[in-house]
C-alpha cells in the first residue's frame, strides 16, 4: 500500500506541474529514490532550484534545465546527517573531505561538554564565544552544513565552578543563564561529557538545571554517559533520563563495554523503551565499530584524571594509582586492546610500546600520564552491539573528526551500507532513515532529512553495491568510496571522487522561542 500511494504522488505531480512554467538548475532523473522516511524505494526524478528541491516526481515537459544528471537506477538519498561530529570548524584548512566522501552534508559539533570556540585551531589560540563562532563562520561559509550544541563542561567552567567538586547555586544559576544565551543564539541544545572531568563532579540539581534551560528552547541534551560499564551503564543511562523530566535527551555513542550477548544490547533499548512510555523523550546514536576512542585518561581513577591530581596520586599513593592501572586495563581485554592513536605510538598497542620500552604496560602508562594522549579501545562485542546498529530507534553517527586516527571518521557512514546493508541484510530505506530523517528529527530541522519538495537540496547519489569504506586501523584516513554525487544546499559539494574548491555548506541555528 505505501508504494502505491508514493506512486500515485509521482503521477500527480507529474500531470500538475505545469510544462516551462520554471526553470531548473539541476534534474537528477532516472533515480531510485530512498527518500528518508523508510519507505520503500520509487524511481523518479528530483528538480533543484537554488538551495531547494523544487519537484519530486517526473520533469515536466518543456522545463528549461542547466544541467541533467542520469542517475541510472542508482540510489538517491537525503544528505547524510551526523549526530555526532568533531572538528575545528574555523580552520579554513579543515575541509571536512572526510564527511563528504562518505556521503555526510550535515554535522552536530560541541560533543561531549565541550562547546565549539576555535581552541583547536593552533597552540595557543584563544577561546572565542558561541555567537563569535556562529558569526565567523557565516563569513567565511563551512564545507559542510554545520548545527552544535552549548558544551555544559565548557560553561560549567566559565562559571566558575570548581573541577573536582559540586557547583553551588550561584554558579548553577550562572551557567544555566550561559546555557540560555547560548540557546538564543542558536544551539540545538546541550552536550554533556559525564566520564569526565569536570562534569563527573556534576550533581543531580546541576543536571536538572542543564535540563530545564534547555527544555525551555525545546532543545536536546546529549550525553556521554557517565559510563558505559555494562554492570553501571543502567544508572548512567536512568541519571540522563531524570534529566528528561525538564527536557529532551539523547544517548551518545550508545555502547555496552564489555557486552557479549544481543540479549544485554535489548536491555538497553528496553530501558529506553519503557522510559519513553512514561513519556520521557530519549533517543541515541551508535558508530558502526567495535572499537571507542577517548583520552588514557578514561583509565585512569577519578582521583587522577587531571595532571594535579595525578601528579600528587603518584607522589603520595603510587603503589595503589599502579594497581588501579593494572585492574583496569586487564578488565578492559589487556594491553594488546588498547591501540595509540598520538604520535610517537600511533598505531602502536600498550602491549607493544611496553615491549619495545621494556617495561611494564604499567609504567607505560605512568609515564604518558592521563593527558599522554588518545587510544583506541576494543572493548565491545558484535552480537551486543550489533542490536544498537540495526536498531530502528537508534541513528547513526561517526564520533569522528578529519584529525581522529579511528576508521569510524572517514567510513561509518560508508560502513553502514557495504557492510550492514550488503552482507548483514538491513534494509536500505532504514538505514538511509538512520542516517538522515532520525537525526534530524531530534534537531528539529525543519527542512532537511527528507527528499521532499521545499526542503534543502542536501542530496548523495551512489550505487550501493560500489560503496566501499577503505579506512583501516593501519591507514584510517582513507576516504571512502562509491558516493559518486553529494549535493549540500543545491550545489555539487563532490562529484565523482573530487570535491569542490567552493564551499557551500550553512550555519544552522535553532529558530525556537523559548517558553515563558
Known amino acids: 500500500m505505501r508504494i502505491i500511494l508514493k506512486t500515485s504522488f509521482l503521477i500527480c505531480l507529474a500531470l500538475t506541474t505545469p510544462a516551462g512554467a520554471e526553470d531548473f ?34 520533469i515536466p515537459a518543456g522545463a528549461k534545465i542547466a544541467r541533467i544528471i542520469d542517475a541510472q537506477d542508482r540510489v538517491l538519498a537525503p544528505g547524510f546527517i551526523d549526530a555526532h561530529a568533531h572538528g575545528e ?79 553551588t547555586p550561584a554558579q548553577i544559576a550562572r551557567f544555566s543563564q550561559l546555557i540560555d544565551t547560548a540557546m538564543a543564539q542558536g544551539a540545538y541544545g546541550a552536550s554533556l561529557g559525564m566520564e569526565y572531568v569536570p562534569m563527573i563532579s556534576a550533581t543531580p540539581q546541576e543536571l536538572a538545571a542543564v535540563g530545564k534551560a534547555v527544555g525551555r528552547y525545546d532543545g536536546v541534551v546529549m550525553s556521554h554517559m557517565r559510563s558505559e560499564d555494562d554492570d553501571k551503564l543502567a544508572a548512567a543511562i536512568d541519571e540522563l533520563l531524570a534529566v528528561g523530566a525538564e527536557s529532551r535527551v539523547h544517548v551518545s555513542h550508545i555502547k555496552v563495554v564489555y557486552g557479549q550477548t544481543a540479549a544485554q544490547g535489548q536491555a538497553v533499548l528496553d530501558q529506553l523503551a519503557a522510559a519513553r512510555a512514561r513519556g520521557v523523550r530519549v533517543t541515541a546514536d551508535v558508530y558502526p565499530y567495535l572499537a571507542s576512542q577517548s583520552g588514557l585518561a578514561l583509565l585512569f ?3 587522577a584524571k587531571v595532571k594535579k591530581d595525578f601528579d600528587s596520586a603518584k607522589r603520595e599513593r603510587g603503589q595503589e594509582l599502579a594497581d588501579y592501572l593494572t585492574a583496569r586495563v586487564m578488565k578492559r581485554g589487556g594491553p594488546k586492546a588498547t591501540l595509540l592513536s598520538t604520535k610517537p605510538y600511533v598505531g602502536m598497542t600498550l602491549e607493544d610500546i611496553a615491549r619495545e620500552r621494556r617495561k611494564p ?47 569510524r571518521a572517514y567510513g561509518s557512514f560508508a560502513r553502514m551500507i557495504e557492510t550492514y546493508v550488503r552482507k548483514e541484510g538491513l534494509p536500505l530505506p532504514l538505514a538511509v532513515r538512520k542516517m538522515s530523517a532520525m537525526t534530524a ?70 529558530a525556537a522561542k523559548p517558553r515563558a
Open 89 to 167: 570548524a574555523l580552520d579554513a584548512a579543515q575541509g571536512f573531505e572526510n564527511f563528504l566522501a562518505q556521503g555526510v552534508t550535515t554535522i552536530v559539533l560541541g560533543q561531549d561538554g565541550s562547546s565549539p570556540d576555535g581552541t583547536g585551531i593552533e597552540p595557543g589560540a584563544k577561546p572565542v564565544t558561541l555567537a563569535d563562532w556562529f558569526r565567523r563562520l557565516e563569513k567565511s561559509p563551512p564545507p559542510v552544513n554545520i548545527a552544535t550544541l552549548v558544551g555544559f563542561g565548557s560553561v560549567r567552567d566559565e562559571s566558575g565552578a570548581p573541577y573536582n567538586g559540586p557547583a
Open 301 to 303: 581513577p577519578d582521583w
Open 361 to 407: 604496560f604499567t609504567d607505560v602508562l605512568l609515564d604518558l600520564g592521563p593527558a599522554g594522549g588518545s587510544a583506541a579501545y576494543f572493548i565491545m562485542s558484535a552480537p551486543t552491539q550489533d542490536v544498537f546498529i540495526k536498531s530502528p530507534d537508534v541513528m547513526t553517527s561517526s564520533d569522528g573528526s578529519p584529525a581522529m586516527n579511528h576508521p
Open 25 to 58: 538548475d539541476l534534474a537528477i532523473r532516472n533515480a531510485r529514490i530512498v527518500d528518508g522516511s523508510g519507505g520503500a524505494p520509487v524511481t523518479g526524478d528530483v528538480l533543484v532550484k537554488g538551495d531547494t528541491i523544487a519537484a519530486v516526481g517526473r
Open 441 to 510: 528529527a531530534v534537531l528539529k530541522l525543519p527542512d532537511r532529512g527528507l527528499i521532499k519538495a521545499g526542503y534543502k537540496a542536501d542530496l548523495v547519489l551512489f550505487d550501493p553495491a560500489k560503496v566501499h569504506e577503505t579506512a583501516t586501523w593501519e591507514k584510517p584516513q582513507q576516504l571512502a568510496a562509491g558516493f559518486d554525487l553529494v549535493m549540500i544546499n543545491g550545489k555539487v559539494a563532490r562529484e565523482n571522487g573530487v570535491t569542490a574548491k567552493d564551499r557551500f555548506g550553512a550555519v544552522l541555528k535553532n
